[in-house]
């Protein structure tokens, strides 16, 4: 419905390290999907081998307190040297309350690294607080990328999420070649259920330009993901979930 016609499917935490459902729908998808996937910090290269053929382009770890307990970045950071080989990239959701913790390790990876949802700001914090000061400060580093995703997860005002935007077009505005969007469906863990139509009629705000909204929707994820197959036409967007 929304006219998405390449995706990146992350692998949900309710379904541990089974990357099997995510596999299985990028192997529907002929070519038009690929996946992140979740993984021990003990996976072989065996295994990261066969979920590379599969269509997986990346791990994600999470930082969050209500998804468990977390994995040591140092160790984490350690893994990327292995992730490299494949070229894939480290994808990293964290709590803003993390990110000057998180950020001299982060710049110490050995392959790209793809903050989620803004960094969790608070959108009622305004554009000056240390949080978001120190998000960009990271994304300075050109490995660094960052969703535009997640204004419903970082508004405070709720639909149709006006205190979020800010935020995000301001990174894609100084970072439009490593900025990347989604809606975030099916909206895990949420205190209430968006309607994916308002947010992708927030991209108008958040990408303000036609150069802008392709770079976003359509060059960088094929930069970052490696799509197999391109489409008919690059003028449809791509997303990242």
Same mark, same amino acid.
């Given at each position: 419905?929304?006219?998405?016609?390449?995706?990146?499917?992350?692998q949900?935490?309710?379904?541990?390290?089974d990357n099997?459902?995510?596999a299985?729908?990028?192997?529907? /998808?002929g070519?038009a999907?690929?996946?992140?996937?979740?993984?021990?910090l003990?996976?072989?290269?065996?295994?990261?081998h066969q979920?590379?053929g599969?269509?997986?382009?990346?791990? /994600?770890?999470?930082f969050?307190k209500? *998804?468990?307990?977390?994995t040591?970045?140092?160790?984490?950071?350690?893994l990327?040297?292995?992730?490299?080989?494949?070229?894939w990239?480290?994808?990293?959701?964290?709590?803003?309350?993390?990110?000057?913790?998180l950020a001299?390790?982060? *710049?110490?990876?050995?392959?790209?690294?793809?903050?989620?949802?803004v960094?969790?700001?608070?959108a009622?914090?305004?554009?000056?607080?240390?949080?978001?000061?120190?998000?960009c400060r990271?994304?300075?580093?050109p490995?660094m990328?960052?969703?535009?995703?997640g204004?419903?997860r970082?508004s /405070?005002?709720?639909?149709?999420?006006?205190?979020?935007?800010?935020?995000?077009?301001?990174?894609?505005e100084?970072?439009g070649?490593r900025?990347?969007?989604?809606?975030?469906w099916?909206?895990?863990n949420?205190?209430?259920?968006?309607?994916?139509?308002v947010?992708?009629?927030?991209?108008?705000?958040?990408?303000?330009?036609?150069?802008?909204?392709?770079?976003?929707?359509?060059?960088?994820?094929?930069r970052?993901?490696r799509?197999p197959?391109?489409?008919e036409?690059?003028?449809?967007s791509?997303?990242?979930?």
């Amino acid at each position: 419905m929304l006219g998405i016609e390449r995706c990146v499917v992350v692998q949900s935490t309710c379904h541990g390290f089974d990357n099997s459902v995510v596999a299985d729908t990028i192997a529907a /998808r002929g070519g038009a999907y690929c996946g992140i996937a979740l993984a021990p910090l003990s996976v072989s290269d065996t295994t990261l081998h066969q979920l590379h053929g599969q269509g997986f382009r990346g791990l /994600r770890f999470n930082f969050m307190k209500h *998804l468990g307990s977390a994995t040591p970045i140092e160790e984490i950071i350690k893994l990327t040297a292995r992730l490299a080989a494949l070229e894939w990239h480290l994808q990293v959701h964290f709590d803003s309350a993390l990110i000057e913790e998180l950020a001299p390790w982060l *710049l110490r990876s050995s392959t790209p690294v793809v903050i989620d949802h803004v960094g969790r700001i608070d959108a009622s914090r305004g554009l000056e607080q240390p949080a978001f000061r120190a998000l960009c400060r990271l994304m300075d580093d050109p490995r660094m990328w960052v969703k535009v995703s997640g204004s419903d997860r970082i508004s /405070r005002q709720g639909p149709p999420y006006a205190d979020a935007i800010p935020y995000a077009r301001s990174l894609v505005e100084r970072f439009g070649d490593r900025t990347l969007w989604g809606t975030d469906w099916p909206h895990p863990n949420h205190n209430h259920v968006p309607d994916d139509g308002v947010l992708a009629e927030l991209l108008g705000q958040i990408a303000p330009s036609e150069r802008l909204v392709q770079a976003l929707l359509v060059e960088n994820p094929q930069r970052l993901y490696r799509f197999p197959v391109l489409l008919e036409t690059e003028a449809r967007s791509a997303a990242s979930s």
